[in-house]
């Protein structure tokens, strides 16, 4: 499908369905605030024993490697320069610039002294022996390179058309002037922070694996392994390109477009590699440990396991090695589904079933508070997602569609 250049999305913002997800953020926001005032104790079932919970496994563990399509397309088209999936590199890109957005929104929820979150960015209260230490700062520069990535989206939305309103006009041209400046600058260096960001996601990818090495003695042998690291990093980069695909084909039923099946079904082809390469080295480390012998125990943990691996993992590498299913809206979502889920599960699993204080005397469950600021940030995400698809050029539209977006939004802007 022949395509054109990015651009603005026209259509309304609110329908129904932005309608419930606003009133759950609405709740989420409420419950944020009511956390950040009464503190942990008053909001979440966290204590001594279990000083982490869901916002950890869902809002961090899980929205990092969720964010992962980010690292993994830009890697692809920048790096091993297969320009054929350039359309989906900026959805990719904002996926992963508000997934890791919420995700230090979530963990400021989560620290009891979130006002200290800012001692990282300065070199002498740095701790070169802490694993969160490297996790935090990776995080902490990975966004400022995706802001400094989707800079150029910006300008391309803004150039030339600054017209501020009463006595503001006179910063019109100092403002043109500095876009026209940013754009020129950041085209000859952003290879460089292209590069930047695949290196600095590898590293906090395979460094919250490394969370859980230091915590043998409370965690099933299922999931306790020295290679948690490598196996983090890999989940993460399995679950980049089924969150392209997951991502735009919501984006394209949301806007009623057509799906963009040639270059989504060029991307699942490389899905099933990874997901055997993962799988291959989860099935090796079991054997090597010994730990496959809990696999048949019939505990709780060994279900879940086999839920993870057998659905979120198996599953989806057969429906993707099939040619007809790959070129399946319904199939590659379906698939794609399936191997998110399985990541998620796995990061809950690590954080959660995994893990178990020495002398725990009750079990962790989250409280309403919890589950409703875990629910409120995402329908958040996806709201600014929809925001930010309909003000910048993000979605490469058809050739017949974008004249439309584009004479609208012209008229638009010169109305106001």
Same mark, same amino acid.
């Given at each position: 499908?022949?395509?054109?250049?990015?651009?603005?999305?026209?259509?309304?913002?609110?329908?129904?369905?932005?309608?419930?997800?606003?009133a759950?953020?609405g709740?989420?926001?409420?419950?944020?605030?009511?956390r950040?005032?009464?503190?942990?104790?008053?909001?979440?079932? @966290?204590?001594?024993?279990?000083?982490?919970?869901?916002?950890?496994?869902?809002?961090?563990?899980?929205?990092?490697?969720?964010?992962?399509?980010?690292?993994?397309?830009?890697?692809l088209?920048?790096?091993?320069?297969?320009?054929?999936?350039?359309?989906?590199?900026?959805?990719?890109l904002?996926?992963?610039l508000?997934?890791?957005?919420?995700?230090?929104i979530?963990?400021?929820?989560?620290?009891?002294?979130?006002?200290?979150?800012?001692?990282?960015?300065?070199?002498?209260?740095?701790?070169?022996?802490?694993?969160?230490?490297?996790?935090?700062?990776?995080?902490?520069?990975?966004?400022?390179?995706?802001?400094?990535?989707?800079?150029?989206?910006?300008?391309?939305?803004?150039?030339?058309?600054?017209?501020?309103?009463?006595?503001?006009?006179?910063?019109?041209?100092?403002?043109?002037?500095?876009?026209?400046?940013?754009?020129?600058?950041?085209?000859?260096?952003?290879?460089?922070?292209?590069?930047?960001?695949?290196?600095?996601?590898? @590293?906090?990818?395979?460094?919250?694996?490394?969370?859980?090495?230091?915590?043998?003695?409370?965690?099933?042998?299922?999931?306790?392994?020295?290679?948690?690291?490598?196996?983090?990093?890999?989940?993460?980069?399995?679950?980049?390109?089924?969150m392209?695909?997951?991502?735009?084909?919501l984006?394209?039923?949301?806007?009623?477009?057509?799906?963009?099946?040639?270059?989504?079904?060029?991307?699942?082809?490389?899905?099933?590699?990874?997901?055997?390469?993962?799988?291959?080295?989860?099935?090796?480390?079991?054997?090597?440990?010994?730990?496959?012998?809990?696999?048949?125990?019939?505990?709780?943990?060994?279900l879940?396991?086999?839920?993870?691996?057998?659905?979120?993992?198996?599953?989806?590498?057969?429906?993707?090695?099939?040619?007809?299913?790959?070129?399946?809206?319904?199939?590659?979502?379906?698939?794609?589904?399936?191997?998110?889920?399985?990541?998620?599960?796995?990061?809950?699993?690590?954080? @959660?079933?995994a893990?178990?204080?020495?002398?725990?005397?009750k079990?962790?469950?989250?409280?309403?508070?919890?589950?409703?600021?875990?629910?409120?940030?995402?329908?958040?995400l996806?709201?600014a997602?929809?925001?930010?698809?309909?003000?910048?050029?993000?979605?490469?539209?058809?050739?017949?569609?974008?004249?439309?977006?584009?004479?609208?939004?012209?008229?638009? @802007?010169?109305g106001?």
């Amino acid at each position: 499908m022949a395509h054109d250049v990015a651009a603005p999305v026209q259509a309304p913002f609110f329908t129904t369905g932005t309608r419930i997800l606003a009133a759950i953020a609405g709740i989420g926001i409420a419950v944020y605030i009511f956390r950040l005032i009464a503190g942990l104790g008053m909001v979440t079932n @966290l204590d001594n024993q279990y000083p982490w919970g869901l916002w950890i496994a869902i809002d961090v563990a899980c929205g990092v490697a969720l964010a992962a399509g980010g690292f993994t397309t830009a890697a692809l088209v920048h790096i091993f320069h297969q320009e054929k999936y350039h359309p989906v590199v900026r959805p990719a890109l904002l996926t992963a610039l508000l997934g890791y957005t919420f995700v230090v929104i979530g963990l400021l929820a989560d620290l009891g002294r979130y006002y200290n979150v800012w001692h990282p960015m300065i070199p002498f209260m740095w701790q070169g022996n802490s694993v969160l230490f490297e996790v935090g700062i990776c995080v902490m520069i990975y966004l400022t390179v995706l802001y400094i990535e989707f800079v150029p989206i910006a300008t391309e939305r803004f150039k030339g058309r600054v017209h501020l309103l009463g006595r503001l006009s006179v910063f019109d041209r100092l403002i043109e002037w500095a876009i026209t400046l940013a754009d020129k600058t950041l085209g000859r260096v952003m290879s460089l922070f292209i590069i930047a960001g695949v290196v600095l996601s590898c @590293l906090h990818q395979s460094s919250l694996g490394t969370l859980m090495v230091i915590a043998p003695t409370k965690m099933h042998p299922l999931w306790y392994t020295p290679m948690s690291p490598l196996l983090f990093l890999l989940s993460a980069i399995a679950v980049g390109f089924p969150m392209v695909i997951f991502e735009s084909i919501l984006a394209s039923r949301s806007f009623k477009l057509k799906p963009e099946l040639d270059i989504l079904s060029g991307l699942a082809r490389f899905i099933p590699v990874i997901l055997g390469l993962y799988l291959s080295v989860k099935i090796i480390d079991l054997i090597l440990r010994g730990a496959w012998v809990y696999l048949f125990d019939g505990s709780p943990a060994s279900l879940m396991y086999f839920l993870e691996l057998g659905g979120g993992v198996l599953l989806p590498l057969i429906i993707l090695m099939i040619p007809k299913a790959r070129g399946s809206v319904g199939w590659l979502f379906t698939a794609a589904a399936l191997v998110i889920g399985g990541v998620a599960l796995n990061r809950i699993n690590v954080f @959660l079933v995994a893990y178990t204080p020495l002398y725990a005397t009750k079990t962790y469950f989250p409280s309403p508070f919890e589950i409703a600021l875990t629910a409120g940030l995402i329908a958040l995400l996806v709201l600014a997602y929809r925001a930010a698809v309909m003000i910048f050029p993000v979605i490469a539209l058809p050739a017949g569609v974008r004249p439309m977006v584009v004479e609208n939004k012209n008229k638009a @802007l010169a109305g106001a």
